[in-house]
């Protein structure tokens, strides 16, 4: 685990480098569908955020279990909270999804743009009249 990794695991007080891994990589917090939607709601709600009420009303699962998934996303940089009277609304981390980004462009990008090229470079064969399937033998 990189030295800064470490040291953040540590602040939270993790229950070891496993532990912290998880909890701050993003891959890691968006590989649960329900972490997704609570992402996807995020981004589709008013922009000043949405509290863990509001959030369990529009999902299958309990208000004590979005927050824990809110504390995860939290934990992994892609979500914020703000404190507004006696309620926390949360909404998206722009820094923390523009990091994940960011790296996506690095990894798939140079691979996504050759695709791209492949794909609109590539004449697609003309089918003939009335042929539904792959040739058959009857077609010779």
């Excluded at 532990?19 to 589709?44: C, K, S, T, W």
């Amino acid at each position: 685990m990189p030295a800064g990794r470490a040291a953040a695991a540590a602040a939270r007080g993790s229950g070891g480098p496993q532990a912290g891994r998880r909890a701050g990589d993003p891959f890691e917090a968006l590989g649960d569908p329900n972490r997704r939607a609570i992402v996807e709601l995020l981004g589709a709600g008013a922009p000043e955020g949405r509290s863990v009420g509001e959030l369990a009303a529009l999902l299958p699962i309990s208000r004590p279990a979005v927050s824990r998934h809110l504390r995860l996303l939290k934990a992994a940089g892609l979500v914020v909270e703000e404190p507004r009277g006696t309620r926390r609304l949360y909404r998206l981390h722009d820094e923390g999804l523009a990091a994940v980004r960011a790296y996506l462009d690095r990894v798939w990008g140079d691979a996504a743009a050759r695709f791209r090229l492949t794909a609109e470079n590539t004449a697609i064969a003309p089918r003939r009249a009335g042929a539904g399937g792959p040739p058959d033998h009857r077609d010779r």
